[in-house]
Each structure stands twice: as structure tokens, then as C-alpha cells.
T-cell receptor, first 113, second 110 residues
Framework: DTGVSQNPRHKITKRGQNVTFRCDPI?????LYWYRQTLGQGPEFLTY????????KSRLLSDRFSAERPKGSFSTLEIQRTEQGDSAMYLC???????????FGDGTRLSIL | GQQVMQIPQYQHVQEGEDFTTYCNSS?????IQWYKQRPGGHPVFLIQ?????EVKKQKRLTFQFGEAKKNSSLHITATQTTDVGTYFC??????????FGQGTRLTINP
């Protein structure tokens, strides 16, 4: 069990630029989740996949956000035309099935200049 | 929509004192999970409670699920500096997306 891996760990970019983050879940986990966490708050759900199917998207996920999990393994989260309010920690988690604990990665911290 | 309220937001204790955080839901929960996040770290799963009135212990940590399955608590006996962090309760909800409380940040004076 190598754990959930996310990269990059940190991303600093100018407002208006596009960014893409990657998440590699625990290999046998078919469920993958994206969350966003701002300082002093709990993580907020963004979207989740079961295998390659994106089953739910939060209203937090504006049209500028898109997530993919093309082969049911790793996932990418892209933010287009970044805004100041996108600055946050983006966490990925995976689980083997429903009602099982979610295992989180170390996150990607996004800072918008 | 789903809401999970957690109190207190902050708690500072002397090492050796006890600590309790409380979690309340606006709806009946099927189960509840607890996570710990160390400063600069990511949430780490602690436990899941499923049954009404359930009590589970992990060494100095005691977790309770209310009879009505609308509230839960985490109690730490005789805190140690390694207990520092933010403790979150989370409602897995119908689609297994986690709805987190705001968390209780625990700091400890050695």
C-alpha cells in the first residue's frame, strides 16, 4: 500500500492561467474523490468517480473546473482561467467501496498571485 | 442540505488534561466517521460508528454515537503532545461523499 499520491505538492500561478493536478489512488481502490480545503475549514466535496465514471459533482465545481479519470486509475483536476478564490488545498482521496474509510493524499496547495 | 456542526472550534489544554469535541447533524446519520489532521498534514481516518448508542475505544480515545444517530463525540483522556491537530467528524451521506464538520483544533501546552 503506497498510499494516495498527489502532484504537484505546491502550485503558484498567475490569475487567469490554467492548472492541472494529478492524483494516483491506492491501486485496488475503485472510488476516487476530490475535495477542496481552505484555511480553518473542513474539506469540501468537489466530485467523485467510481472507476472511470464521474458520478457526482458539487455545485462548488464551476464550469472552469473539470475532472477526469480516463482509465479508472489516476485522475486529473483542471482549473481553467484561475481566480483568486481558487487558492486552496486540493485533496484527493480513494476508497475500496462505499462505507469504507477514505484515504487522503497530501494534497496540492494552489496559490494564485 | 446536509450539515454537520462541530464544537468547539478551538480547544487549548494543558498536557494531561482531557479533551472532548462534539458533532451534531441536522439529519439522522447512517454512520459517522472521525478523522484527524495534523498541522500541515492530510486527514487520516480514525474510526467509523454505525450503530445507535455505539461506543468505541482506541487507547485514550473514546468515540460515541448518539441514540438518535444525530450526534457524536470524541473524548481524549490525558492528552499528550502527539494529540495536537484538528479533529473532524464526517457524514458519509448517501453517495459516500464526506460532509465534514468545521473541525476542532486542539493545541496542547506541554
Amino acid at each position: 500500500d503506497t498510499g494516495v499520491s498527489q502532484n504537484p505538492r505546491h502550485k503558484i500561478t498567475k490569475r487567469g492561467q490554467n492548472v492541472t493536478f494529478r492524483c494516483d489512488p491506492i491501486s485496488e481502490h475503485n472510488r476516487l474523490y476530490w475535495y477542496r480545503q481552505t484555511l480553518g475549514q473542513g474539506p469540501e466535496f468537489l466530485t467523485y468517480f467510481q472507476n472511470e465514471a464521474q458520478l457526482e459533482k458539487s455545485r462548488l465545481l464551476s464550469d472552469r473546473f473539470s475532472a477526469e479519470r480516463p482509465k479508472g486509475s489516476f485522475s486529473t483536476l483542471e482549473i481553467q482561467r484561475t481566480e483568486q478564490g481558487d487558492s486552496a488545498m486540493y485533496l484527493c482521496a480513494s476508497s475500496s467501496q462505499s462505507n469504507q474509510p477514505q484515504h487522503f493524499g497530501d494534497g496540492t496547495r494552489l496559490s494564485i498571485l | 442540505g446536509q450539515q454537520v456542526m462541530q464544537i468547539p472550534q478551538y480547544q487549548h489544554v494543558q498536557e494531561g488534561e482531557d479533551f472532548t469535541t462534539y458533532c451534531n447533524s441536522s439529519t439522522t446519520l447512517s454512520n459517522i466517521q472521525w478523522y484527524k489532521q495534523r498541522p500541515g498534514g492530510h486527514p487520516v481516518f480514525l474510526i467509523q460508528l454505525v450503530k445507535s448508542g455505539e461506543v468505541k475505544k482506541q487507547k485514550r480515545l473514546t468515540f460515541q454515537f448518539g441514540e438518535a444517530k444525530k450526534n457524536s463525540s470524541l473524548h481524549i483522556t490525558a492528552t499528550q503532545t502527539t494529540d495536537v491537530g484538528t479533529y473532524f467528524c464526517a457524514d458519509p451521506g448517501g453517495a459516500q461523499k464526506l460532509v465534514f464538520g468545521q473541525g476542532t483544533r486542539l493545541t496542547i501546552n506541554p
